[in-house]
């Protein structure tokens, strides 16, 4: 009882867990979603690569 009323009193001890938990569904979706049609074409290595740097990239920015 007293750890739930510590949440409901203080929201924000709540954000960094329900935005990491939005984040990586959001990163399974779109995982989910974009490999079977990278793999459906002819060029799968250069979408993989791309793929990844542009992951990469979006990780790098968001730690900095």
Do not use: C, K, Q, W
């Not at 979603?33 to 290595?45: A, T």
Request: proline share 5%; hydrophobic share 55%.
């Amino acid at each position: 009882r007293f750890i739930s009323l510590i949440i409901f009193l203080n929201p924000y001890f709540l954000l960094p867990i329900m935005f990491s938990l939005s984040s990586s569904m959001m990163i399974y979706i779109v995982i989910h979603e974009m490999v079977p049609e990278i793999f459906e074409y002819e060029h799968d290595e250069y979408a993989t690569i791309g793929f990844l740097i542009g992951l990469l990239t979006a990780v790098t920015l968001s730690i900095i």
